[in-house]
């Protein structure tokens, strides 16, 4: 089963950022990009896909992050960018997918909503001591 993680993220996620976030995921790990372009995934050394990470999407509309997470995320302000983050269920996924989107938050501000509850990752550890 997969491990799904949302970064609402408050500003705008630049190229430095995103970089940013693959390399405290695992500079282990490689990257490639797939759907042309549209997600990037972080690799094992056999060229297997442990995370997925969906490029941003701009969220306009007051109240549509409630509609889609449902209420538990809270009030959440607009503009927010989006940030899909999937793990798979391979051992260490989770937290190279939680340490992308840490870095995110430590950087941009804003939350985490995970497929386990909504959390905010905010000044955790960007190493796998630091996942929960």
Same mark, same amino acid.
């Given at each position: 089963?997969?491990?799904? @993680?949302?970064?609402?993220? %408050?500003? *705008?996620?630049?190229?430095?950022? &995103?970089?940013?976030?693959?390399?405290?995921? !695992? #500079?282990?790990?490689?990257?490639?990009?797939?759907?042309?372009?549209?997600?990037?995934? @972080?690799?094992?050394?056999? %060229?297997? *896909?442990?995370?997925?990470?969906? &490029?941003?999407?701009?969220?306009?509309?007051? !109240? #549509?992050?409630?509609?889609?997470?449902?209420?538990?995320?809270?009030?959440?302000?607009?503009?927010?960018?989006?940030?899909?983050?999937?793990?798979?269920?391979?051992?260490?996924?989770?937290?190279?997918?939680?340490?992308?989107?840490?870095?995110?938050?430590?950087?941009?501000?804003?939350?985490?909503?995970?497929?386990?509850?909504?959390?905010?990752?905010?000044?955790?550890?960007?190493?796998?001591?630091?996942?929960?």
């Amino acid at each position: 089963m997969t491990y799904d @993680l949302v970064a609402l993220v %408050d500003e *705008p996620p630049s190229t430095e950022d &995103l970089l940013a976030g693959l390399a405290a995921a !695992g #500079e282990e790990l490689g990257v490639r990009a797939v759907s042309e372009g549209a997600v990037i995934q @972080l690799c094992d050394d056999e %060229d297997q *896909p442990l995370v997925s990470i969906e &490029l941003p999407l701009l969220i306009q509309v007051p !109240g #549509e992050v409630e509609r889609m997470l449902g209420t538990a995320v809270g009030s959440v302000t607009t503009p927010a960018w989006w940030v899909e983050i999937r793990a798979t269920a391979r051992d260490g996924a989770r937290e190279f997918a939680e340490r992308y989107a840490t870095t995110l938050i430590n950087r941009l501000g804003g939350q985490v909503w995970t497929s386990a509850g909504v959390r905010t990752l905010t000044g955790l550890a960007t190493t796998s001591e630091g996942s929960e």
